[in-house]
């Protein structure tokens, strides 16, 4: 997302200088959850007391963004294949200015959060779910390894496309753990709404929460079961079925605050899952490390789910793990 935003990496696997992202988006996260929960408290800047570290690591990612943006105004617009490339010279149809420099820094800032942190959850509980249901780890990675006969091939396109399956468990880790799982407040208007033959007063914040849609009987039988399968249709799987589980599934949210970049974050995880699938045997390990990440035997609240992966909600969503072993491929 640094090369999408900046065409600038953040050189996150070659050297440990900017691993502090990954805590400050987390801390940046907490930060704007309690403020979408309660605005007024944004006034009395709370968090430099109460959450220190968290505001330091949040300022210094936001200084690093800041240089970045900075860094790629300075240079000509077409020198490489990024946002600014696209957005420096966009004009507002209305009173024909530009963006400022602030706001093409926010809009990069955001994209980096969002073009990450919710595809990171993802691809976790896609990780965690197959470490732990063995036929569905089995179906596809005989999919992937049999519709691509070399890593090099795996690029979006018709092929990847062509993996139902895959597919089908990506739709499943959103349902199962969406990466932005809470309510997505909206205020009633000055009208009022009738809302489930329930009329609510204008000024009322509403909003029901996307853990509990993916998580309702009426739509998805056994909805705590891991089944890509529910999302392909069959002899037991009929149409009709898949497809009121398709109109419940909104990961992405819906209407005018819909997620933007819906294309690509589905690009992002078909590329990476199948590519780790091909190149990797994958499993969960023995011991405590095994265990991180899961529900716990008498748990409340719903936590005590020992095969669900535990997420909290921070806006997006805060994970721990799943820590997972993996070992190159095997061709015999």
Request: glycine content about 6%.
């Amino acid at each position: 997302m640094g090369e999408f935003g900046f065409g600038k990496a953040f050189d996150m696997l070659e050297k440990p200088d900017n691993h502090f992202i990954i805590d400050a988006i987390a801390a940046s996260n907490i930060r704007t959850s309690i403020y979408c929960q309660f605005p007024a408290l944004s006034k009395l800047k709370l968090e430099k007391i109460l959450y220190p570290r968290g505001s330091v690591m949040r300022k210094k990612f936001l200084d690093l963004t800041r240089e970045f943006a900075e860094q790629r105004v300075a240079e000509t617009k077409d020198s490489k294949s990024d946002l600014f490339r696209f957005v420096v010279d966009a004009k507002d149809p209305e009173t024909g200015e530009g963006f400022s420099m602030a706001e093409l820094w926010a809009e990069s800032k955001f994209l980096i959060v969002a073009g990450s942190d919710t595809t990171s959850t993802v691809l976790a509980t896609l990780f965690f779910y197959l470490t732990r249901y063995c036929e569905v780890k089995k179906k596809l990675y005989e999919e992937v390894r049999t519709i691509f006969p070399s890593l090099e091939e795996i690029l979006m396109g018709p092929k990847l496309l062509s993996c139902i399956y895959l597919r089908a468990c990506i739709d499943e880790a959103m349902r199962m753990n969406p990466p932005a799982g809470g309510a997505m407040w909206r205020e009633v208007d000055n009208k009022g709404a009738f809302i489930d033959e329930e009329f609510v007063d204008a000024g009322f914040d509403v909003g029901t929460s996307m853990y509990a849609i993916h998580h309702h009987e009426q739509y998805y039988h056994d909805s705590y079961t891991f089944r890509p399968e529910r999302w392909i249709e069959s002899e037991t799987n009929p149409a009709s079925a898949v497809q009121v589980a398709r109109s419940c599934l909104n990961p992405f949210s819906l209407g005018p605050r819909g997620c933007i970049g819906r294309s690509l974050a589905l690009m992002e995880s078909r590329v990476t899952l199948a590519r780790v699938v091909w190149a990797f045997d994958m499993k969960k390990p023995d011991g405590a490390l095994g265990k991180v990440g899961e529900g716990k035997v008498g748990a409340t609240n719903g936590r005590h789910r020992v095969n669900e992966f535990q997420l909290i909600d921070h806006l997006t969503s805060d994970k721990d793990g799943p820590y997972i072993q993996f070992k190159a491929r095997s061709y015999e």
